[in-house]
């Protein structure tokens, strides 16, 4: 807005508000304004401003810029409630920013009716395609893709796997048994358990049951090797016997 349009705006002011624009004033209305122009939208601004009763009872409107500028953006906000793009066959993503750019600044100035008419729906879902559809929910579907990006966000290490010994889960430390009030799960290790740094190398890490079975397998040869001790015959001490002319 140059300071002779500003003048214009002002005058528009005066009619309302009886006030005396100067040269002063439409450099300074100029400034303020200078990236609004002065279209309709700007004297309706004015308009709706005067129009609106004040907040408290007897205050005097006075309009300023910031009103014009606000007012002004309401306006032409308004015009663009339920505004449907109109597109076009076959459009590169360049056409389509400079058509809705245009659609846009032609119906929040007024100059093009906002078409509110919505694309319908053709056709619809039959009684087979809904009831395919529901026999799908609440089944798993696997997303690969989705896996795999949280195997790549998986810490290295013993930490990044869960404990098999203490079952600490991904990321927290390995807790000894027994627990307290303070820490239910156990006092919390400085060292990962050994199962769980083997299974974090690819080593192999037995199971509660294979654990079962070595245990049973060693109490078994022990057993067998009491057994075959017990089975010996017991061997006596033997006499020592010196020989003659070197007894004493």
């Known amino acids: 807005m140059t300071p002779?349009?500003?003048q214009q705006l002002l005058a528009a002011c005066a009619a309302f508000d009886n006030?005396?624009?100067?040269?002063?004033?439409?450099?300074?209305w100029a400034m303020a304004l200078r990236d609004i122009p002065l279209d309709q939208d700007a004297f309706a601004a004015v308009?709706?401003?005067y129009g609106t009763p004040p907040k408290k009872e007897g205050e005097r409107l006075w309009?300023?810029?910031?009103?014009v500028r606000s007012m002004r953006k309401t306006i032409r906000s308004e015009r663009l409630e339920d505004f449907v793009y109109q597109p076009k066959a076959d459009e590169t993503g360049a056409e389509y920013i400079a058509r809705l750019r245009g659609q846009l600044d032609a119906v929040a100035s007024g100059q093009v009716p906002a078409d509110r008419t919505r694309i319908a729906l053709e056709g619809g879902p039959t009684t087979r395609d809904v009831y395919e559809l529901v026999q799908g929910v609440g089944r798993h579907v696997p997303d690969d893709d989705v896996q795999?990006?949280?195997?790549?966000?998986r810490r290295t290490g013993p930490l990044g796997i869960v404990c098999p010994k203490c079952e600490a889960a991904i990321g927290r430390p390995c807790h000894g048994a027994g627990g307290s009030e303070k820490q239910p799960l156990g006092k919390p290790r400085r060292t990962p358990h050994a199962d769980r740094t083997a299974a974090a190398s690819g080593q192999h890490v037995p199971t509660a049951e294979e654990r079962r079975q070595q245990e049973?397998?060693?109490?078994?040869?022990?057993?067998?090797?009491?057994e075959?001790?017990?089975a010996e015959p017991e061997i006596h001490d033997a006499?020592?016997?010196?020989p003659e002319g070197e007894a004493s």
Do not use: G
């Open 63 to 67: 309009i300023q810029p910031h009103d």
């Open 47 to 49: 308009a709706r401003f």
């Open 148 to 153: 795999a990006t949280i195997n790549t966000v």
């Open 239 to 242: 006499d020592i016997v010196e």
């Open 19 to 28: 006030r005396q624009p100067s040269q002063v004033a439409k450099r300074a």
């Open 228 to 230: 075959r001790l017990q």
């Open 216 to 226: 049973q397998r060693q109490r078994e040869a022990s057993r067998r090797a009491l």
């Open 4 to 6: 002779d349009e500003a």
